[in-house]
């Protein structure tokens, strides 16, 4: 079922033009990432969705929001969020509850609840101050989620983090798309592609590509065979070029990757080929284009 429409939505700054004439759809109970470099637009179109910003043009349709004012269906995190340090967990999602709408009697449950789901139970009580980076991310989400809303949008949730507050919200993440749809962005492909179902890919305000993750992969994923070798491999290229089975080869940081169009014929023709010219490999590794390959395709570097 159909959660969101976003139809030709567009957003001008002035002379420059952060999103442009951008199309997409959200189903019900999916994780969407919405991916792209930094200065892509995707704060800019949170942000519109979020009604934090107005759009020049262009309309966005959720569900059955009467008079197109949705806010009350959506919990937003923005990508630096601000804390009250003095204050405790349950004090703050108190505050942000009531600030939601809902009663002192309700929000103080919902904080509890909130706090059991994100995994800060047992640190409620202490100053957020003292909270690390991924526990400050986790609360952020406990705040987005307290008035129960039905679509969860999170503005690059991980890129500030270290790598175990990137790995607690990721994991976290991973739990909460089985119950709710959620919308983040991030320029972190790799994040994006363990946890997300569906992609939206912007490139300079414009949509470059949508789709499911497995309908991306489908259309656009590519057998590779990667080698490194103990000898410089760049005067084997020219050769390996010409075959029919190989569609391009790249020399990445000494290692030979080369994109074949029928792995099983690639790899005996290499090994092969290895054998007879005796090429001192170090490692040989057969494996497939990833989401960030593709999107640097996109955006053509």
């Not at 509850?97 to 609840?113: D, I, P, Q, V």
């Not at 029919?244 to 080929?273: C, H, P, Q």
Request: glycine share 8%; with cysteine; hydrophobic share 40%.
């Amino acid at each position: 079922m159909k959660m969101v429409e976003v139809k030709s939505l567009t957003k001008a700054f002035s002379n420059h033009m952060a999103v442009k004439d951008l199309s997409f759809k959200i189903e019900e109970g999916r994780c969407v990432a919405l991916l792209g470099p930094n200065g892509a637009g995707k704060t800019t179109t949170l942000e519109m969705l979020a009604g934090l910003q107005k759009p020049t043009k262009g309309t966005i349709s959720f569900l059955d929001a009467k008079k197109g004012d949705y806010r009350e269906q959506i919990g937003y995190l923005s990508q630096q969020p601000v804390f009250f340090p003095w204050m405790n967990a349950v004090e703050f999602l108190l505050f942000m509850g009531e600030l939601s709408g809902l009663s002192k009697a309700e929000a103080m449950n919902r904080a509890h609840e909130m706090l059991e789901v994100v995994g800060l139970a047992d640190s409620k009580k202490r100053r957020i101050g003292g909270y690390s980076g991924g526990m400050k991310q986790r609360l952020g989400i406990a705040q987005a989620m307290i008035h129960e809303p039905k679509l969860l949008m999170l503005d690059e949730p991980v890129s500030a983090l270290d790598p175990v507050g990137r790995r607690e919200v990721l994991e976290m993440m991973k739990k909460l798309k089985e119950k709710m749809t959620i919308l983040f962005s991030t320029h972190i492909l790799h994040d994006a592609e363990e946890i997300c179902d569906d992609v939206i890919m912007i490139h300079d305000g414009e949509l470059a590509i949508t789709g499911s993750l497995p309908e991306l992969r489908r259309k656009h994923q590519e057998d590779v065979i990667m080698i490194s070798a103990e000898e410089n491999l760049e005067g084997w290229i020219q050769s390996i070029e010409a075959w029919d089975v190989v569609s391009k080869v790249v020399l990445k940081d000494g290692t030979m990757e080369i994109f074949v169009k029928d792995v099983t014929e690639g790899r005996s023709k290499l090994l092969a080929e290895i054998t007879e010219k005796e090429i001192p490999v170090t490692s040989f590794t057969v494996g497939h284009t990833t989401l960030e390959d593709l999107f640097m395709k996109v955006v053509g570097k």
